[in-house]
């Protein structure tokens, strides 16, 4: 289990759901990864509350947010823990967050090479902290809806994702469905990405078996503070990564 330091402050976005989830639900853990400012928060925003927040700020340590989907009949649950991509910010959540996960998602920013150029180090960091092609891992291009500003075509990217055997998604959190999306017509929307993942994930053995209905497990609690744009509600959590 993991010790979560008390300075740590973790953001439970919203549950998208209107139902409790069953008993049973399996949970997934995903780690969003990619160079400060490339867009994690917002395209786990945009996945978990269906909307481009209205501001961020720099994540400090990690963020978590989850959401309850259902993939063929089976209700599941996605954690997506979006990190820091400032070192300074870092340091002292690494350890935590590299437990336990199911799949990567890399992010670059279609406007920033040198982010771009930051993905085999992100790659190599995940491998430090074993996980290796043997994980599912994705890589993101955002940003797309700045057509003009795109300094990381989608040939070279592609290139990137074959030899590092990833399916590439280019995609804009902001305005899905926007840009030109490379050689593939509209960008990808953030909502099937993440789908995407989460079918992969269906086959493999989950982080938790077992819930109580109340949603609370034995386990750590630390306290979650939700999503920068809802209320401040403070509420427990168990964490049993
Ligand atoms: N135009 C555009 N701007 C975006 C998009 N996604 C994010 N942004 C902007 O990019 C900036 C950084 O976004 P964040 O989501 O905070 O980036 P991050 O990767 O989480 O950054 P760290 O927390 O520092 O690691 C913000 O000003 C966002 O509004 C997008 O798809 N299009």
Known sequence: MASVE???????????????????TRIFKIIVIGDSGVGKTCLTYRFCAGKFPEKTEA????????KLIDIDGETIKVQLWDT???ERFRKSMVQHYYRNVHAVVFVYDVTSAASFRSLPA???????HALGQE?????????????????????????FADAHSMPLFETSAKNPGSGDGGSRGSSDHVEAIFMTVAHK??????????????GVLAGDTVTLR????DSEEKESWACSC
């Open 6 to 24: 008390s300075s740590t402050e973790f953001t439970s976005s919203l549950t998208v759901s209107s139902n409790l989830p069953p008993p049973r």
């Open 59 to 66: 994540t400090i340590g990690v963020d978590f947010r989850e």
């Open 84 to 86: 820091a991509g400032q």
């Open 122 to 128: 992100w790659i190599e960091e995940c491998k430090q």
């Open 135 to 159: 994980v599912p891992r994705i890589l993101v291009g955002n940003k797309c809806d700045l057509l003009n500003s795109v300094q990381v075509g989608t040939d070279l990217a592609q290139q």
């Open 201 to 214: 994930l269906k086959s493999q053995k989950p982080l938790i078996l077992s819930q109580p209905p109340g």
């Open 226 to 229: 939700r999503g920068r744009n």
